[in-house]
């Protein structure tokens, strides 16, 4: 079993920086595309960014591009959301998740349904 935990989040101003860091433990991430969800009060989960297995494969949402960098360290078994340029409207809970990859493709990104989620962290950007 695959268990994840958010960390990172807080309160920022506009145009502020955080990163969020997703921890893995009960075994390892390598394999596994990892994304960044986000959930804002009153609307529906979306997806922020994902990141294949070996991480040479991205993909993120329009808003995002420009401003947030997914990146991995396999080592550590971690994930991390580097967020620039915050906006007030990036105030959501973030949420990572996991997917195992059809047939373990490690340089796929595989970001469709998930597999395991984590608690989530507040992000909250205000003045």
């Known amino acids: 079993q695959l268990q994840l935990v958010e960390s990172g989040g807080g309160l920022v101003q506009p145009g502020g920086s955080l990163r969020l860091s997703c921890a893995a433990s009960?075994?390892?991430?390598?394999?596994?595309?990892i994304g960044w969800f986000r959930q804002a009060p009153g609307k529906e989960r979306e997806k922020v960014s994902c990141?294949?297995?070996?991480?040479?494969?991205?993909i993120y949402a329009d808003s995002m591009k420009g401003r947030f960098s997914i990146s991995r360290d396999n080592s550590k078994n971690a994930v991390y959301l580097q967020m620039n340029s915050l906006k007030p409207e990036d105030t959501a809970v973030y949420y990572c998740?996991?997917?195992?990859?059809?047939?373990?493709?490690?340089?796929?990104?595989?970001?469709?349904?998930?597999?395991?989620w984590g608690k989530g962290t507040l992000v909250t950007v205000s003045s």
């Open positions: 998740a996991a997917n195992y990859p059809p047939l373990g493709l490690a340089n796929i990104v595989s970001c469709g349904t998930m597999d395991y």
């Open positions: 009960g075994r390892s991430l390598g394999v596994y595309t």
């Open positions: 990141i294949s297995g070996n991480g040479g494969a991205t």
